[in-house]
C-alpha cells in the first residue's frame, strides 16, 4: 500500500500545504501573505487571520493537484513549532480537525528538521541526488542560523549557533536600512547582482568556536549609512546595488568562513544548506567555490524547496510515520522548539 502524507506548514507568513506519496512530491502549494509588505516586517495577528482564509483552499489545492482524496490519505503532518504561536494554531488546528475527521494519524513536525529533510524528498522525473549520513548541515532561516552534523533522519548534533540575530535577519534588518520593503533578503541579492561587493568593507566578528553573531554587522551597517547619508542625502538610492553586494558578501563570509572551520575540525565533506537564506545566490555560488576548492559534496534545496513549503513537513512527516511516530491530539505548537 503506497503511504500518502498530506503536509501542512503555517509557522510564519506562508500558509502552504503538500502531498508526499512514498517519499515522492506529488503536490506542492504556498500561498504568500502579501499584507505584511507595507509593515515592514510579519504582523502576527494578520498572519494568523490570513492563514485561516488561505488554509482551506491550500489544501483543497493540494490534495486536487496530487489527483487524489482526503479518504487515501495515510496521516496527516503539520509543523508543531518553532514559530508564531497563533499562526501555528491555525494549522496545527486544521490538522487535528483533518485527521480526527478522516480517522487517520497525526504526525507532528519540526519546521527546523524538516528544511533540512527536504534533501531526502524525491522528485518524478528528476534525479535527486542525496546527502548520506553524516553530513554537515547549514541551516540559516529567518529566525535560526545552525552549523550541524546530521548522523540520521532524526538524529543530529548543532555544532554552532547564532548568540544574537539570524542570518536571515541581517538581511533583512540590512535591507530595512536601505529602504526596501519586507522581506528583504530576496531583494537584497537581487540588487547584489549588478554591484560591486568589494565596495564597500565591513568588519566581521570574532566569535568563538562555530558560533555565529550578526548583531554587531546590523550596527555597523547603520552608522555607515547614518554617516553617509550625512554627507549626501541621495547615497543609498546612488549607491544601493554595491550596498547590497558589498553586505552580502560579508554575510556570507561569515556564514561559510564557519562551514569551512567546521569541515577542517569534523573531516565530513558532504555539505547541505537549509532554509530560506539557502536561496541567496551569493551564498549558492561560495558554496560551489568552497566545494572546488575542498573536494565538497555540495547538496542545495531548489529555491521553492529553500524557503518556507509544506513538502518538507510532508517529507518529514513520512519519515517518522515510517519510524511509527505519532502525535496525539493534544499535542500542542510551540513558539519555540529546539530541534
Ligand atoms: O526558511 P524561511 O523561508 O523562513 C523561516 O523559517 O524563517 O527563511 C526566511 C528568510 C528571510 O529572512 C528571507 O529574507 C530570507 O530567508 N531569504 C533570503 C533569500 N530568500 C529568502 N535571504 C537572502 N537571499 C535570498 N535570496
Ligand atoms: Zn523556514
Not at 508526499?20 to 503536490?27: E, M, Q, Y
Not at 568588519?203 to 553617509?228: E, H, M, N, Q
Not at 534545496?301 to 515510517?322: C, H, Q, R, W
Request: hydrophobic content about 45%; aromatic content about 8%; glycine content about 8%.
Amino acid at each position: 500500500m503506497p503511504v500518502f502524507i498530506l503536509g501542512i506548514e503555517s509557522s510564519c507568513d506562508d500558509t502552504a500545504a503538500a502531498v508526499v506519496k512514498d517519499g515522492v512530491l506529488l503536490s506542492n502549494i504556498v500561498a504568500n501573505q502579501e499584507v505584511h509588505r507595507k509593515y515592514g516586517g510579519v504582523v502576527p495577528e494578520l498572519a494568523s487571520r490570513a492563514h485561516q482564509q488561505n488554509i482551506v483552499p491550500v489544501v483543497d489545492q493540494a490534495l486536487k493537484m496530487a489527483g487524489i482524496k482526503s479518504g487515501d490519505l495515510s496521516a496527516v503532518a503539520f509543523t508543531r513549532g518553532p514559530g508564531l504561536l497563533g499562526s501555528l494554531l491555525v494549522g496545527s488546528s486544521f490538522a487535528k480537525g483533518f485527521a480526527l475527521a478522516g480517522d487517520i494519524p497525526l504526525v507532528e513536525v519540526n519546521h527546523l528538521q524538516a528544511h533540512i529533510l527536504v534533501h531526502f524528498l524525491k522528485q518524478t522525473g528528476r534525479d535527486v541526488s542525496m546527502p548520506t549520513f553524516p553530513f554537515l548541515c547549514l541551516l540559516v532561516s529567518g529566525g535560526h542560523t545552525q552549523l550541524m552534523v546530521v548522523r540520521d533522519y532524526l538524529e543530529l548534533e548543532i555544532i554552532g549557533k547564532t548568540i544574537d540575530d539570524a542570518a536571515g535577519e541581517a538581511f533583512d534588518k540590512s535591507a530595512k536600512l536601505m529602504g526596501l520593503p519586507y522581506p528583504g533578503g530576496p531583494l537584497v541579492d537581487r540588487y547584489a547582482r549588478d554591484g560591486n561587493p568589494d565596495a564597500f568593507a565591513f568588519t566581521k566578528p570574532v566569535i568563538k568556536d562555530l558560533d555565529y553573531s550578526f548583531s554587531g554587522l546590523k550596527t555597523a551597517f547603520l552608522y555607515f549609512i547614518r554617516d553617509r547619508l550625512k554627507e549626501n542625502k541621495d547615497f543609498i538610492e546612488q549607491n544601493r546595488n554595491d550596498l547590497c553586494a558589498s553586505i552580502q558578501k560579508t554575510i556570507v563570509e561569515i556564514l561559510t568562513d564557519k562551514l569551512e572551520k567546521a569541515f577542517k575540525q569534523t573531516g565530513i565533506n558532504q555539505v547541505a544548506l537549509a532554509g530560506g537564506v539557502s536561496a541567496n545566490s551569493g551564498l549558492r555560488e561560495r558554496v560551489q567555490w568552497l566545494a572546488r576548492k575542498h573536494g565538497w559534496e555540495v547538496f542545495i534545496p531548489e529555491i521553492n524547496l529553500s524557503t518556507d513549503n509544506a513538502a518538507m513537513i510532508a517529507m518529514t512527516g513520512y519519515v517518522k510515520f515510517l519510524a511509527g511516530k505519532f502525535a496525539g491530539l493534544d499535542s500542542s505548537p510551540m513558539a519555540r522548539l529546539p530541534i
